[in-house]
């Protein structure tokens, strides 16, 4: 088996086993995602496994995109004695500026498999269009 290793990371893990604190509500933890265009639209997918669709929370305003997530630890989790816990519980979030060229009035969002995915359409005005070209060939006289 091939492990890669992030000196970084590890240090992060220590540090979340030894305050026993990852993402709090002043100072979530980042959420991973992808962000692509698709056709007419963009996709923004973020891992949040092991979170409860209800836990989750869209906010837009304006053009502030904003996602929270809280990971909540198991329900019985005092009455076990931990041997590894590699799996943060806490508090998650990501802000997002959108551009003033999407539709933020119709986002649609899906929750599958531990992956939030938001659909963001392009807005209309910002979409390629044909500009007719108007006028004749009638010519005017200036007369002095």
Do not use: C, W
Request: proline content about 6%; charged content about 30%.
């Amino acid at each position: 088996m091939l492990m890669r290793t992030d000196p970084f990371r590890e240090l992060d893990r220590l540090a979340q086993q030894l305050t026993g604190v990852t993402g709090t509500s002043s100072r979530p933890s980042v959420l991973p995602m992808d962000a692509y265009r698709h056709g007419e639209e963009y996709v923004i997918a973020l891992d949040l496994p092991g979170v409860d669709k209800d836990a989750v929370d869209i906010d837009v305003e304006r053009n502030m995109l904003t996602v929270k997530a809280e990971r909540r630890p198991a329900a019985d989790a005092d009455q076990v004695q931990m041997e590894l816990s590699e799996r943060p519980v806490g508090v998650f979030s990501r802000q997002l500026v959108l551009a003033d060229t999407l539709d933020t009035e119709r986002i649609r969002a899906d929750y599958e498999a531990g992956v939030l995915t938001l659909r963001i359409p392009i807005a209309e005005r910002a979409k390629p269009r044909k500009v007719s070209i108007g006028g004749g060939s009638e010519q005017q006289q200036i007369r002095a």
